[in-house]
């Protein structure tokens, strides 16, 4: 009897290692079918836009040839937008997470606001860019500016920003703020100089992707209507203005084949500014990570 059971055990133990190692199987081959199209799609861009990525492509205004052809408004648009997206979206984004998490009563009301805000983060981007249209552009007659399209751009990433920072705040443990209330720490202080340098890599993280997702959206601002050439620089806030992914799209959808090749470029240079800035945003949250 005792020689049958431990048949039994090892029938069984054999059956759940060959699960196990289908299932193990299936996710490598998932995991390297899309890192296969990744490099895939990363060699093409590369390829068809490195001939046209110059210093005269990063200086030079649009044109209706594309050897002629540059980025320079582009660049610098999608630079005046994130610098009104980042600090609007985060500041309002983590003192929402703040309120929530630290001195909202947990009922209803706020389970049902928590329901909507998870939600929104789950919106198609083109109703913000209606909502952006009705409320910036029209109402407060911002028109085409800058501040108008970073603006809709920090509706479209608040709900992930308070989502990922209410995360974070939650992740501290209770014990540090027992500790400093202990000390005779406010709330106030508790929060500024316990939770919140606790919580900032998670936030930092968030951010990254949420800003990520801003720089590269389309339909907003084809929505607001943000023109895709322009010959001059904007020179403020309320300057009419292009940014990199409608410049891209202009060149993909033209019928020559050697903008999509400027495209391509284009590409490459939304990717290095992406790189750029998650770069900077890694560092600040490593930097907190090893201080906390």
Same mark, same amino acid.
């Given at each position: ?21 289908? %299932? ?20 093409? !861009? ?8 110059? %210093? ?65 983060? $789950? ?64 709330? %106030?202080? =508790? ?8 919580? !900032?890599? $998670?936030?930092? =993280? ?18 607001? $209507? ?24 202009? %060149? ?31 560092? !600040? ?8």
């Amino acid at each position: 009897m005792r020689y049958i059971d431990d048949t039994v055990v090892m029938k069984r133990m054999k059956s759940r290692l060959r699960k196990n190692n289908g %299932w193990k199987t299936l996710f490598l081959i998932a995991t390297l079918f899309a890192l296969l199209c990744l490099v895939i799609l990363l060699y093409r !861009i590369v390829s068809q836009g490195i001939g046209y990525l110059d %210093w005269d492509f990063i200086t030079s205004f649009a044109s209706r040839f594309a050897d002629k052809a540059g980025i320079l408004p582009a660049l610098v648009g999608s630079l005046y937008m994130m610098a009104v997206v980042a600090p609007v979206s985060i500041i309002l984004g983590v003192a929402t997470a703040i309120y929530l998490e630290e001195y909202a009563k947990k009922n209803k009301f706020t389970d049902f606001i928590q329901m909507n805000i998870s939600n929104l983060a $789950g919106v198609p981007s083109i109703v913000f860019g209606l909502l952006g249209l009705t409320i910036f552009a029209r109402a407060l007659a911002l028109g085409t500016s800058i501040l108008a399209a970073g603006l809709t751009m920090s509706l479209l990433i608040l709900p992930v920003i308070i989502v990922a920072a209410q995360e974070a705040i939650r992740a501290v443990p209770q014990d540090q703020r027992e500790a400093s209330y202990g000390m005779g720490a406010t709330k %106030w202080q =508790t929060i500024t100089r316990v939770v919140l340098p606790s919580a !900032i890599p $998670g936030i930092l =993280t968030g951010s990254i992707l949420a800003l990520s997702r801003a720089i590269g959206e389309t339909a907003p601002l084809v929505v607001l $209507g943000i023109p895709v050439i322009l010959q001059f620089l904007p020179d403020g806030l309320l300057s009419t203005f292009t940014a990199l992914p409608m410049q891209i799209y202009e %060149w993909a959808k033209r019928p020559q084949e050697e903008f999509l090749y400027v495209a391509s470029a284009g590409i490459i240079v939304l990717m290095i500014l992406l790189v750029i800035m998650n770069s900077i945003a890694i560092f !600040i949250r490593n930097k907190f990570q090893k201080r906390y």
